[in-house]
Nanobody, 122 residues
Framework: QVQLVESGGGLVQAGASLRLSCAASGRTFSSYAMGWFRRAPGKEREFVAAISRSGGSTWYADSVKGRFTFSRDNAKNTAYLQMNSLKPEDTAVYYC???????????????WGQGTQVTVSS
């Protein structure tokens, strides 16, 4: 199993940037594809971004494409979500998750962190 801990959330103004981190412990980090998800109050969970085991491939939801960048450092057992040009609609709790299976399939993500709050004021 892998344990995940997110950090880096906070309160920022629209247009600002934040970088979220997801630190992993347990099994070999490079065995897992990673995903970032978010849940805003009163809304369904949204699949935001995903990255392959090696980091060579990424996927982004249309809502964040061009503004968010997902990366990973397998030597440091950490994944990062760089969020630029933040908008109030990006306000949510952000979760990182890991999978050993289909990295573009939400249901395949078996391991989840506790979440970190991102609040973007207008």
């Amino acid at each position: 199993q892998v344990q995940l801990v997110e950090s880096g959330g906070g309160l920022v103004q629209a247009g600002a940037s934040l970088r979220l981190s997801c630190a992993a412990s347990g099994r070999t980090f490079s065995s897992y594809a990673m995903g970032w998800f978010r849940r805003a109050p009163g809304k369904e969970r949204e699949f935001v971004a995903a990255i392959s085991r090696s980091g060579g491939s990424t996927w982004y939801a249309d809502s964040v494409k061009g503004r968010f960048t997902f990366s990973r450092d397998n030597a440091k057992n950490t994944a990062y979500l760089q969020m630029n040009s933040l908008k109030p609609e990006d306000t949510a709790v952000y979760y990182c998750a890991a999978t050993t299976r289909g990295w573009l399939t939400i249901g395949e993500y078996a391991y989840w962190g506790q979440g970190t709050q991102v609040t973007v004021s207008s």
